[in-house]
């Protein structure tokens, strides 16, 4: 079992930038792929970025494309989500999820694959 505490949320204007951070501990974090979700209120939690065990292979989200980067320090048990030029529709609670399984397929940008959670953490854009 692992359990991640994320870390960093904040307001910000339009255009700002912010860098969340996603502390794990337990298990082996090495071992686990890891997702950044965000859900506003009112909507559906949705798929933000993916990285595997190595770092060496990141997925985006369309609607974050070139705006966010995700990161990971497998030495520091961390997983960051760089997030620049935000924008007021990237307001929402964001959560850091891990899971043991490495699916290559669209399955790993599903939330219902991933067993463990951070408590979340709000990012607030103003326009």
């Known amino acids: 079992q692992v359990q991640l505490a994320e870390s960093g949320g904040g307001l910000v204007q339009a255009g700002g930038s912010l860098r969340l951070s996603c502390a794990a501990s337990g298990r082996t974090f090495s071992n686990y792929v890891m997702n950044w979700f965000r859900q506003a209120p009112g909507k559906e939690r949705e798929f933000v970025a993916f990285i595997n065990w190595s770092g060496s292979s990141t997925k985006y989200a369309d609607s974050v494309k070139g705006r966010f980067t995700i990161s990971r320090d497998n030495g520091k048990n961390t997983v960051s989500l760089q997030m620049d030029s935000l924008k007021p529709e990237d307001t929402a609670v964001y959560y850091c999820?891990?899971?043991?399984?490495?699916?290559?397929?669209?399955?790993?940008?599903?939330?219902?694959?991933?067993?463990?959670w951070g408590q979340g953490t709000q990012v607030t854009v103003s326009s």
């Open positions: 999820a891990a899971s043991a399984t490495y699916y290559t397929d669209t399955r790993r940008f599903r939330p219902e694959v991933y067993n463990y």
